[in-house]
């Protein structure tokens, strides 16, 4: 079965910094989607890519996916304490097209 | 915000006693999804559902058993909780499989 691996695991920035998080796949992406978790709280959707090359952006916020569809990367321009969360990323399980499977995820903290 | 309700949001429970959380949305999805949430391993998957009474295994699916006789709602059973199931559990659902979840707020379990 698939499996993501997300790096760094946890980051803290001091705000106004840039930074990146990053989410590796062990097989070829069909549909890759990033979510942020506040403490204690759901998940939110943030974006999702499919086509290899994809770029998307929200606010200050901006996920690729690789021309090979196997590595995602979500980069956060001039962080704020409201960008601090977990960020997950998701996938579909190539076995099944029911299924989305997260990475562990990274925990941002943005120190003011 | 999606209509996803979960229930409890918290409980305290023995080892041994039979628990279960249940899920209920207003959006008429058909897709529902119940995930569980622990430090160092992100979400995993633990049942999730295709439609009224089709239902299939997730990643960690041993322990636990699920039901959805109506669109609305599903539920999660522990038939007898173990310390090992004290976790956070997140039901998520969608319209059209996996990729947009909408997520509810979680319930927190702990098997004592």
């Known amino acids: 079965s698939q499996e993501l691996e997300q790096s760094p695991q946890s980051l803290i920035v001091q705000e106004g910094k840039n930074l990146t998080i990053n989410c590796t796949s062990s097989?070829?992406?069909?549909?890759l989607y990033w979510y942020k978790q506040k403490y204690g709280e759901g998940l939110i959707f943030l974006m999702m890519l499919q086509k290899g090359g994809e770029e998307k952006s929200h606010e200050k916020i901006t996920a690729k996916l690789d021309e090979k569809k196997q590595q995602s990367s979500l980069h956060i321009t001039a962080s704020q304490p409201s960008h601090a969360g977990i960020y997950l990323c998701g996938a579909d399980d190539g076995d099944s097209s029911y299924k989305l499977i997260f990475g562990s995820g990274t925990r941002l903290l943005v120190r003011p | 915000d999606a209509g996803i309700t979960q229930s409890p949001r918290h409980k305290v429970t023995e080892t041994g006693t039979p628990v279960t959380l249940r899920c209920h949305q207003t959006e008429n999805h058909r897709y529902m999804y119940w995930y569980r949430q622990d430090p160092g391993h992100g979400l995993r998957l633990i049942h999730y559902?295709?439609?009224?009474?089709?239902?299939d295994k997730g990643e960690v699916s041993d322990g636990y058993s699920v039901s959805r006789s109506k669109t609305e709602d599903f539920l999660l059973t522990l038939e007898s909780a173990t310390s090992s199931q004290t976790s956070v559990y997140f039901c998520?659902?969608?319209?059209?499989?996996?990729?947009?979840?909408?997520f509810g707020e979680g319930s927190r379990l702990t098997v004592l």
């Open positions: 559902s295709y439609g009224v009474k089709d239902t």
């Open positions: 998520a659902i969608s319209e059209g499989g996996p990729g947009e979840l909408f």
């Open positions: 097989k070829t992406l069909y549909g």
